[in-house]
């Protein structure tokens, strides 16, 4: 029998299929092991060979740890909410709901066909009603809930309404709006219920407030951070401005110690540790009060570095900053307009990244110093970040190179407090060991007690104190999109109500069409049925909205995280229709030990997970305090793009080879378009592309030769291989070995077709192990030789090692060096290729599964323990020789270890090799080290 791969294949996918191989038991006494890819959203373009490679890495560990004796519970599902989806309904009109439907037919249909050791059981989709029902039960759950400090936890708000009650708000500390005023209890009972509830809402985990967003006109909605490039949308290249707008946030900044401390708990690369402590940015300074003249504003400024007071020359606000139109001069208000109007443009991201940019424009309004009582001018400038700190900073240049490129820009006289430190060089700035001079009392003093000293001074005036900051701000979780989960909320006099758990899920309406209304609502604006009858606790005709008994919906829906937060928590009982996960699911699974994905989320899904975990915990739901374990980072596979290139202003495309110094224009042709050798089919070309149906190919030797560049395997980039070819033409184990040994795991590598053919070849000569030169089925009972049994042994444990340590590229190496061995020893004793089967299993799925059957076994390959090296096989029992004469080595001879030298010493003089080249002669003496060399002095 030939190896067959297209049938293998078909046959062991449909057994797993329909004998549910990979269901994980809900109780089990084997140990429990949880792996888990980051929540594929399912595109219509489908899977590319770039998305699998994570999900192979993650299969053969979940296969190995089920050989190993494990519980595994290896799930997968969609998140099947987003923006893609929505885009296509505008511009064809069908439901989000259809197109989500089969996009994730074809990525169920791939992945099968790649052979994962899934528990389909347990799918889960974020847009399916039955899941986001949890979704918007955890939204209620953070809305009645606040952050307390002195507990360091979350807890439910009732209580914070029986200490408001008792002693009003004076000396709680909790996590709330910066503009929170304090209160007394007496005030508190004498407040109206609107009032309590305006006042509770700063205090919420979740909570309304005017926010300063990424708006994006022409997909009107609002993107996070991370779905903006180079300052325009992500999806559609479009334009993104900043704008105030009232937005559902979350106050993921009451967990921001905890976040960063929690790190150090978690089995992270240090890269993405750093990048999420970064992100949360702890510093510890001061807040600082700046009063401006003439009026009864106060600017408060967070700095690391209050010791440099005294050198503040000028002020600096965000452009979004609400003071900027209340204290700008009116001779300055045209110039402050236009800068403001231009800063919205432009994204943080680029603002944060933009270093080498100066530009700001003077307010003509005036701080006052709050020890020399000096003006200090205040400039804006999109350098500073309305959301972070404060949104103003107090510049000071001779400490701060930023500071001092700005000063030196437009001129602004510096003032110097450091002593015998040249002011323009930046290596100095925020020097530990400065000692700071010409100010007052912190004169002559130290950082570290320089920075004390101004502290407590600050207080004293009652313009400072001592503070810790984070640049980690609240996210913002509204999107004016439709295709998200409904916010369980409706309004009374403009305060949100929740809807009780009962009555939910609260399920997308349907709508005549997905853009924003006439009158720029959300797309939920169009829906009909979009209003909440609190006697009967359902939805009903917005007409019927009286302010009395029926109520508004909010319009707006769920970010794409809202769902992705938790979901891990919802494999481990997916059923469940009364609770989240229950306790014995939760206390039994945990949380997850391996998760897998891509580095691109570090500082959005992860953090938000992170966050949400915690609060769970907090409140009693879950007993995990991190979400995931050990987390991997996937590389990227590339893709090898090919360019044809267009002469400069001409309908003219020249070869590769004979472009020379002229003007081209490189334009991407579709690889499926050129050969191996990288030869162009210009008629193919030109069907593809009409516009150039008339083009002029200027060729060599009758061939059209394309560029090749390594870039992101993209469908934009024309550069994409479909695993389905590959599979069909290669079978998935191919795929899952190749793509394993393009590299390490984690470091992106190119794809290479031309390579996989050594991959399949491999699998073929494995094949051929088990058969005899007919293609008959041969494997022997009999004793294996001791070389095959080294073989073996020397095999099983260089790959469990590798697969312990995350190495499979080095492992499918060790495997073909092991089936080249075993070839040349012709090994068909099942005493070694049996655990062979059993090794190779959680790599090439479909083949072991058939090498086991055919050894005689009724079950699949997944039930077999993994098989234990053996070290006594691995131990020399003979020793290769160098025969040396009077120092030079002239041939080898191989000699058991237990020989003693007199023994040695015979058997070499009388090889016929120590005959021929001593020649009769008698040597002086034969100096033999045990087990290393032989030396024959003449």
């Known amino acids: 029998m030939r190896y067959d791969f297209n049938q293998i294949e078909k046959k062991w996918q449909e057994y797993w299929a329909k004998n549910q191989t990979f269901k994980a038991e809900d109780n089990s006494d084997k140990p429990k092991y949880y792996v888990l890819d980051m929540f594929p959203y399912p595109s219509g373009a489908g899977l590319h060979v770039g998305h699998p490679l994570g999900y192979i890495a993650s299969d053969i560990y979940a296969r190995f740890k089920r050989h190993k004796g494990f519980n595994v519970l290896h799930p997968q599902g969609y998140d099947s909410f987003g923006l893609p989806a929505e885009q296509y309904a505008i511009q064809t009109g069908q439901h989000p709901a259809l197109t989500t439907e089969a996009n994730i037919n074809r990525y169920r249909e791939q ?76 005030d508190w009972n004498n407040f109206s219920s609107e009032e ?134 009116p001779e300055q208000k045209a110039q402050v307009e236009a800068y403001v109007e231009a800063s919205a443009k432009r994204s943080e991201r680029d603002r944060m990244a933009d270093v080498k940019t100066i530009s700001g424009v003077f307010t003509g309004a005036y701080a006052e110093h709050p020890f020399t009582k000096e ?70 003093l130290e950082y570290k007690t320089a920075l004390k000293k101004a502290i407590s001074e600050l207080e004293k005036i009652g313009q400072g104190k001592g503070k810790t900051n984070y640049r980690l701000r609240d996210a913002v979780f509204s999107r004016q999109r439709y295709w998200g989960e409904p916010f369980p909320v409706y309004y009374v006099n403009g305060l949100p109500q929740m809807i009780e758990k009962e009555h939910l899920p609260l399920r997308l309406p349907e709508v005549e069409k997905y853009l924003p209304t006439e009158t720029g609502e959300p797309p939920l604006g169009n829906a009909i049925e979009w209003a909440w009858n609190t006697a009967k606790n359902e939805v009903v005709h917005k007409d019927l909205i009286d302010h009395n008994v029926v109520f508004p919906l909010e319009l707006n829906t769920m970010p794409g995280w809202a769902g992705s937060s938790w979901y891990l928590f919802r494999y481990m009982d997916p059923h469940n229709e009364e609770e989240f996960v229950s306790e014995a699911a939760q206390q039994y699974w945990e949380n997850v030990d391996l998760y897998i994905g891509g580095s691109e989320h570090a500082t959005g899904h992860l953090l938000y997970s992170r966050f949400w975990t915690k609060f769970l915990k907090d409140r009693g739901f879950l007993t995990v305090d ?98 389905d070819d590959i599979c069909e033409d290669y079978g998935a184990d191919t795929l899952r070995m190749y793509e394993m040994f393009l590299g390490p795991l984690e470091q992106a590598k190119p794809w290479n077709t031309a390579g996989i053919t050594g991959v399949h070849n491999f699998l073929k000569k494995l094949w ?153 002669r008698t040597p002086k003496k034969v100096i033999i080290v045990p087990g290393k060399i032989v030396n024959i002095v003449g």
Request: glycine share 6%; hydrophobic share 35%; charged share 25%.
């Open 626 to 723: 991190e979400p995931f374990k050990k987390l991997i980072n996937q590389g990227m596979i590339l893709g090898t793009s090919a360019f044809v290139y267009r002469l400069e202003g001409e309908n003219k495309f020249v070869s590769k080879h004979l472009i020379g110094d002229q003007s081209v224009q490189p334009i991407h042709a579709d690889v499926s378009l050129v050969n191996a050798s990288d030869e162009l089919d210009i008629e193919e070309f030109k069907k593809w592309r009409p516009e150039f149906a008339d083009a002029e190919f200027v060729t060599e030797a009758n061939k059209y030769i394309v560029g090749r560049e390594v870039e992101k395997m993209s469908k934009s980039k024309y550069n994409v291989v479909n695993p």
């Open 196 to 329: 309590k509830q305006r006042i509770l809402l700063k205090y919420r985990l979740t909570y309304l407030a005017e926010t300063e967003v990424n708006w994006c006109p022409q997909l009107g909605t609002v993107l996070a951070n991370d779905e903006i490039v180079n300052g325009v949308s992500e999806r559609g290249g479009y334009p993104v401005v900043r704008k105030k707008m009232t937005q559902w946030s979350m106050r993921i900044s009451a967990y921001a110690e905890r976040l960063l401390q929690g790190l150090n708990d978690i089995d992270w690369t240090e890269s993405l540790k750093e990048s999420q402590r970064n992100w949360i940015g702890k510093s510890v300074g001061a807040l600082v009060e700046f009063k401006v003249q003439g009026s009864r504003f106060k600017v408060p400024v967070f700095t690391t570095r209050p010791d440099t007071i005294f050198g503040v020359t000028f002020m600096t606000l965000a452009p979004e900053h609400d003071l900027v139109e209340k204290i700008t001069k």
């Open 111 to 186: 992945l099968d066909q790649i052979g994962f050791s899934f528990d389909w059981s347990r799918e889960v989709r974020t847009s399916d009603p039955q899941y986001y029902k949890w979704t918007q039960w955890i939204f209620i759950l953070l809305f009645k809930s606040w952050y307390d400090y002195s507990a360091d936890r979350a807890r439910p708000i009732s209580e914070l309404e029986d200490l408001f009650s008792s002693e009003g708000n004076r000396d709680i500390k909790a996590a709330c709006d910066e503009d929170t005023e304090a209160f007394s209890a007496a």
């Open 375 to 444: 003006p200090v001018p205040i400039w804006i400038g999109d350098y500073v970040l309305a959301g972070y700190g404060t949104g103003a900073v107090m510049a000071v240049p001779c400490g701060d190179q930023r500071d001092y490129d700005f000063a030196g820009h437009f001129d602004i006289p510096i003032k110097n407090i450091f002593k015998d430190v040249d002011i323009s060089d930046e290596a100095f700035s925020g020097k530990e060991g400065t000692v700071i001079a010409n100010s007052d009392f912190l004169n002559g």
């Open 768 to 920: 051929k192990l088990y058969h005899d030169e007919h293609n008959n089925f041969e494997v022997k009972d009999g004793k294996a030789s001791a070389e095959s049994l080294k073989t073996l042994h020397k095999t099983i444990k260089k790959v469990t090692e590798d697969i312990e340590n995350f190495s499979f590229n080095t492992s499918v190496s060790t495997f073909m060096i092991c089936v080249n061995e075993l070839s040349a020893q012709k090994c068909n004793f099942r005493e070694v290729l049996e655990p062979l089967v059993v090794l190779i299993a959680p790599y090439a799925p479909h083949i072991a599964e058939e090498l086991w059957q055919k050894l005689g076994h009724d079950t699949s390959v997944t039930t077999a323990v993994y098989p234990v090296c053996e070290e006594k096989h691995l131990v020399e029992s003979n020793k290769e020789y160098p025969i040396s004469f009077n120092g030079k080595m002239r041939f080898t001879l191989e000699l058991p270890l237990d020989m003693t030298p007199q023994e040695i010493e015979q058997t070499v003089m009388a090889h016929e090799k120590t005959q021929q080249q001593l020649q009769g």
